[in-house]
């Protein structure tokens, strides 16, 4: 059981403790503005990463594969002729694959086919090639493209630029409110930085251009990327004479 004598002295202890907590909460709040800011940077894409894909269907598996392989060895030539270098195309694989339908007389599967693909992965660094590049591959046997992907080789520059852009701007936000009120922003209290989405656009996005008005290859307007970036930031504030 504990004594008097003991639960005083537990209490002269905590005592401090207790002062030193309520003092910390005495002063008052401290003066700041929380603001957005929002950052953009826009550049030409110089890259660009194309699927294209060769199939065929045959009752017979050899007659598929020879066709696909054709072509795909067409493809690659139309590749290798507008100067690509090796490491940026791939081509590693094949994909074969049974067809069936069903008979109703005999209800089971009855085997009617193949279906044999290739897949080629293209980089592609200079861009106004890239409509030759497409239509050429058509022509040689492609019958699958997908839409290019535009990139930027110095795509984490450009971000970073977007992230100072709003920064900046998050500082102009910050001073326009102030002024108006008569104080002055000081320094920075915490930032937060938020990327944007992907630079756009994609080349499912690309501007088309009228097909009377050129030939195919020339139709392919890449436009520019724009990459984006926000932060929210909280500055102190400076009030004259406080």
């Known amino acids: 059981m504990r004594t008097p004598a003991l639960l005083a002295l537990a209490g002269a202890l905590l005592l401090p403790l207790v002062s030193v907590t309520a003092t910390a909460g005495d002063g008052p709040p401290p003066r700041a503005l929380s603001v957005h800011g929002e950052g953009r940077v826009s550049a030409a894409p110089d890259e660009a990463r194309i699927g294209l894909g060769v199939q ?4 017979d598996l050899a007659t ?3 066709d696909v392989n054709a072509r795909t060895a067409a493809v690659l030539a139309h590749l290798e002729s507008l100067g690509i270098p090796a490491g940026d195309i791939s081509a590693p694989g094949l994909t074969l694959r049974p067809e069936y339908r069903w008979d109703k007389a005999k209800e089971q599967q009855v085997l009617k086919g193949y279906l044999v693909q ?3 992965d293209v980089r592609l660094t200079q861009l106004g090639s890239l409509g ?3 239509e050429g591959a058509a022509d040689a046997g492609a ?3 997908s839409p290019p992907v535009l990139g930027h080789s110095e795509a984490s520059r450009l971000r970073r630029e977007a992230l100072a852009a709003a920064a900046l701007d998050a500082r102009a936000n910050a001073e326009a409110l102030a002024d108006s009120l008569g104080i002055a922003v000081g320094p920075v209290r915490s930032l937060d930085a938020f990327q944007g989405p992907q630079p756009r656009p994609m080349a499912s996005e ?5 097909a009377d ?3 195919g290859a020339e139709t392919y307007v890449t436009g520019d990327l724009v990459f984006e970036s926000r932060v929210n930031a909280t500055f102190d504030l400076v009030v004259p004479g406080a």
């Not at 065929?56 to 009752?59: E, G, N």
């Not at 690309?206 to 009228?210: F, H, I, K, Q, T």
């Open 206 to 210: 690309m501007m088309l251009r009228s």
């Open 56 to 59: 065929a269907r045959s009752p």
């Open 118 to 120: 290739r897949r080629i």
């Open 132 to 134: 030759v590049l497409i």
């Open 143 to 145: 019958n699958e493209v």
């Open 213 to 215: 008005a050129a030939p």
């Open 64 to 66: 598929a594969r020879e």
